[in-house]
């Protein structure tokens, strides 16, 4: 009994399993060519849409969107837009033409109403014109050496403040001269100076004749 069961239990398994190959194979893998275009105006742009049963015919629909992984797709259709179908001698694709800067967006392939293809990006740009594409390049190096020079000044001007005020410090710290009071007296300021030391120096008459006694 025990044996029966494994062996339903491995049958069972086994089924599941030739199911879920059997519904991979039927699921088409899609890819897109290229993965991203840009273009100027007025030009055609051509998107393939490759599956890979090459000899399976498939219905397909085009979609834009504004950026991956979002759910506002909407379906393409409009007189510049065409759409060839898939079938045996060749991929699907879609043809844009005279494209403007508003069909720039992401743009995805639908088969058979199951599976999405990966995605194109599509980038539509103005043509430029060469002088004005100059004259905004001399105005950006115009800008960018404006902002160096103001950079430079900006760092220079705090350097000269603090030199400045240095100097006036310098300018209002003299050190003081040596004092030489000897320096400058004449010889006959000495002299008398000298002879009022001498009078000072002088005994008066009181201690000359106590001094005249002991001799």
């Given at each position: 009994m025990l044996?029966t ?5 491995v049958?069972?398994c ?5 199911n ?13 060519k290229?993965r991203?275009y ?13 599956v890979s049963?090459?000899?399976?015919s ?10 991956y ?6 379906k393409?259709?409009?007189?510049r ?30 088969i058979?109403?199951i ?27 115009a ?19 603090h ?9 209002i ?5 040596h ?5 400058g ?27 005249w006694?002991?001799?």
């Open positions: 044996t069961m494994c062996w339903l239990l049958g069972c086994g089924l599941a399993f030739v879920l190959s059997v519904a991979l194979n039927s699921t088409p893998h899609v890819t897109q290229p991203f840009g273009v100027k105006t007025n030009r055609n742009v051509t998107i393939f849409c490759v049963d090459r000899n399976q498939a219905t397909v629909e085009w979609y834009k969107a504004p950026e992984n979002t759910t506002g797709k909407k393409i259709e409009g007189d837009v065409t759409v060839r179908q898939k079938c045996m001698s060749r991929n699907a694709s879609i043809e844009l033409s005279r494209v403007e800067t508003e069909d720039t967006g992401l743009y995805f392939c639908l058979n109403n599976t999405w293809g990966p995605g194109t990006e599509l980038q539509v740009f103005r043509p430029s014109n060469a002088e004005n594409a100059e004259r905004r390049s001399k105005l950006k190096d800008l960018i050496f404006l902002q160096a020079l103001l950079l430079t000044l900006f760092a220079l001007v705090p350097l000269l403040r030199q400045s005020l240095l100097k006036k410090e310098d300018a710290y003299e050190e003081p001269e004092d030489h009071i000897y320096e007296l004449e010889i006959e300021h000495c002299g008398g100076l000298y002879e009022d030391i001498s009078a000072y120096a002088q005994p008066g008459p009181a201690e000359a004749a106590a001094a006694k002991q001799e």
